[in-house]
């Protein structure tokens, strides 16, 4: 069965660091990353690796960082210099490869979801 499990999290200060986790059991992918829903809002892209390229959003570039783990079926996103407005459940997402940049920010593109983690960031 294919699962996405994610781990970190939690609650934090602006100007500080945490670190998310994400492993996928029953087999690897070429593109793993991660998308959040803050309160009231639509769920939106955060980053991605796709076949060892990254991708960011504006929001985040420069103070969050996706690597990916060496068996390629983990995938962490380490956040930065966090603001209250990267409050937000954290989703970890999964899927084949994709040819056209364009598509990861879809939601679509992924096939496999994590049941999402919390991440809440005081003032």
């Known amino acids: 069965q294919l699962q996405l499990v994610e781990s970190g999290g939690g609650l934090g200060q602006a100007g500080g660091s945490l670190r998310l986790s994400c492993a996928a059991s029953?087999?690897?992918?070429?593109?793993m990353g991660w998308f959040r829903q803050a309160p009231v809002k639509e769920r939106g892209f955060v980053g991605v690796?796709?076949?060892?390229?990254?991708y960011y959003s504006d929001s985040v570039k420069g103070r969050f960082t996706i690597s990916r783990g060496g068996a390629l079926n983990t995938v962490h996103l380490q956040m930065n210099n966090l603001k209250p407005e990267d409050t937000a459940v954290y989703y970890c997402?999964?899927?084949?490869?994709?040819?056209?940049?364009?598509?990861?920010?879809?939601?679509?593109?992924?096939?496999?979801w994590g049941q999402g983690t919390q991440v809440t960031i005081s003032s």
């Open positions: 997402a999964a899927g084949p490869y994709q040819p056209l940049a364009s598509m990861l920010w879809r939601e679509t593109s992924y096939g496999v």
């Open positions: 029953g087999r690897t992918f070429s593109t």
């Open positions: 690796v796709n076949n060892g390229r990254v």
